[in-house]
């Protein structure tokens, strides 16, 4: 089992900037993709960002370029920088990570954390 807890989110202003991050522990030498997904309120969760141990990234179009996804595997930590924040940035974002050397993105991780609340002010 891997568990994941990610730092707290916050209220920014449009334009402005947040990075959040996610420590995994427990079965760590398992994981291999690594990511963030959001749920704005009333719309379904989407991933936003993901990570591969190999350091491969696949972004939402409506982030690139905004967001950069890194991860530190000493640490065993991910994390999600996200500039120029808009209103539409807004949801909960949950940290995911998952064991299977082929994962591609249409596959749902197997792992979650509790999420953490980004609110973009306009």
């Known amino acids: 089992q891997v568990q994941l807890v990610e730092s707290a989110g916050g209220v920014k202003p449009a334009g402005g900037s947040l990075r959040v991050s996610c420590a995994a522990s427990?079965?760590?030498?398992?994981?291999?993709?690594m990511g963030w997904y959001r749920q704005p309120p009333g719309k379904p969760r989407e991933l936003v960002a993901a990570?591969?141990?190999?350091?491969?990234?696949n972004y939402a179009d409506s982030v690139k370029g905004r967001f950069t996804i890194s991860r530190d595997n000493a640490k065993s930590t991910v994390y999600l920088q996200m500039d120029n924040l808009k209103p539409e940035d807004t949801a909960v974002y949950y940290c995911?990570?998952?064991?299977?050397?082929?994962?591609?993105?249409?596959?749902?991780?197997?792992?979650w954390g509790r999420g953490t609340l980004v609110t973009v002010s306009s």
């Open positions: 427990g079965s760590i030498a398992s994981i291999n993709a």
């Open positions: 990570i591969t141990s190999g350091g491969t990234t």
């Open positions: 995911a990570a998952d064991p299977r050397t082929d994962w591609i993105p249409r596959l749902l991780m197997n792992y």
